[in-house]
């Protein structure tokens, strides 16, 4: 039997946020000023409608989106922008916000804000959707400051776990949520004082009553405390080292949070889940790199690699390929492809052959033969096409499906153009991204008996 899809109710602020692109080379004649020769502009949905179509890229997800939302122009933008995302609006004050960011030759010019205030109106007995879980997006307009919505928010934190990721101008959390996931600035506003994030994770999870807090920290990784850690205990994320723009970074987090707090209810996989998708996230160039995708991403099962080209070309939509040998699947591998297939809007696996595996990895193996190991990624919610090449590496292949992103497990260097195929996809304009790469997980150790 079918199970039916899980049900991730997203409440908080939306915005709309736009990027103008262009380059300066000279200055205006009537005051200093660059003069920008706009390129493009770009729109998005941002704040809590971002952190839904990012729930909603999960094929085995039902999203639901309650928000103040305008009866404007750009209000009617934003909701065009959140594909696969069912929308429970509430009334919204003053004009949509709008965030505007000038960029020249890559670099940040200027940020013009716009609209708002954008807390709820006419919200009185507000009745909230069913769910498994509710993710709570606070970008400080008003909304989780709200009676009505907060009165619907703790009467659902008794029912299911609630994420908050909250916002210093915002509410605080209501009591009883699974997990409240501050950075730690914000933590540090909370409590008043310069404390570590470990410090900081334990003393908020008091004052919220929450079940658990973690603080991230970026490049540091991530502090939580929580009920099943052991007395005084505070469990530590290291990240996965990523360079790259971190705008995002924390609504892929809570949204990794909440859909395995969803699927699994395990606190442990949700936070590592959730570190892995936040640097691979930060890799891909953060919220710049990102572009929603044209339509409900559901896989098309039995589609041939070239299907899967043709249909995301004609929808103008990124493609995305990654190769290995996928012997022994683990959770490392699921974690990766669950990574890659993040990163754009189709992935295509192209499978090592078994005498290409051979040649690579010694007469012993493949354990699990190629007609079997294809079989198993094609039955993966992330893969749509799996390839198999019979050479050592994957250039042919790669050279015939030109995707726009090849992405690899992070130990295969710092940039990954000491990859073989590395400067045939760039020669084309692509992308090479190293995904975060799951300690402790390998075939080679499984075989061993080592894990």
Known sequence: MTRPPARVLV????????????SSTRLAPDAPVPVVDVAGVRESPGGAALTAVLAALDPDVAVTLVAPL???????RLRALLPGVAVHALGHEGPTRTKT??????????????????????????????????????????????PAVRAALTDAARRVPVVWDPHPRGGDPVPGCA????????????????????????????RWSARAVCVTTGADGAWAASGGTSAGGVLHLPAVPAVGDPCGAGDRFAASCALEVARSGSLTAALDRAVRDASAW???????GFSVPPAPRAPERGSTALDVVRRVRSAGGTLVATGGCFDVLHAGHVGCLEAARGLGDALVVLLNSDASVRRLKGPHRPVVPQEDRERVLRGLASVDAVVVFEEDDPRAELAELRPDVWAKGGDYGDDGVDLPE???VLGWG????????LQGRSTTRILSGSR
Request: charge should be negative.
């Open 11 to 22: 409440v908080g602020d939306v915005l709309l946020d736009r990027e103008v692109r262009g």
């Open 179 to 206: 997990l409240v996931t501050p950075n730690l600035a914000e933590a540090r506003a909370a409590l008043g004082v310069d404390v570590d994030p470990a410090a900081a994770a334990t003393a908020l999870r008091g």
């Open 101 to 146: 960011r000038v960029r020249t030759d890559g670099d940040l010019l200027a940020r013009l804000d716009e609209g708002g205030p954008g807390t709820p109106a006419a919200a009185t007995g507000l009745d909230l959707p069913g769910a498994d879980v509710v993710l709570v997006s606070d970008y400080g307009a008003g909304t989780t400051r709200d």
């Open 70 to 76: 305008a009866d404007d122009a750009a209000g009617r």
């Open 422 to 424: 590395g400067d045939l």
């Open 430 to 437: 692509g992308r090479v991204v190293l995904l975060p790469y």
């Open 282 to 288: 930060v890799a891909q160039g953060g919220s710049s």
